[in-house]
């Protein structure tokens, strides 16, 4: 018994590093990650103290669920992208190809010639 538990997390990082057609036309999209794990916590708990002990757990599953893509799709496309559009790029590319390390980054000293 114990040793079928042992296989889990193969299954999981097999699943999690398959590249599927299905996968790969998701992220179109956006990137939910973030906001689901942001919003997903409060949205349950908003769930159960809004419903108390009306709701079932499958109800809650699919509810918090839904609530927390929502959430998260709007976030995405409202905060997270237009966030990394403000991203400096290139800063550490630019830094590797000049002669001194870093040069890009660092701030000039006050008195140096």
């Given at each position: 018994m114990f040793s079928s538990w042992l296989a889990?997390?193969?299954i999981v990082v097999t699943f999690g590093l398959a590249v599927t057609p299905v996968l790969r036309r998701f992220g179109r999209f956006g990137d939910f990650s973030y906001g689901m794990y942001?919003?997903?916590f409060p949205v349950q708990?908003?769930?159960v103290h809004l419903f108390k002990n009306e709701v079932g757990f499958y109800t809650l599953?699919?509810?918090t669920t839904v609530v927390s893509v929502a959430c998260a799709y709007a976030s995405w496309h409202l905060?997270?992208?237009r966030a990394l559009l403000m991203k400096p790029r290139g800063l550490a590319s630019k830094?590797?190809?000049s002669d001194?390390?870093?040069a890009e980054i660092t701030a000039p000293v006050a008195g140096a010639a």
């Open positions: 889990v997390p193969y942001l919003f997903a708990q908003s769930i599953v699919v509810g905060v997270e992208k830094a590797a190809a001194q390390p870093n």
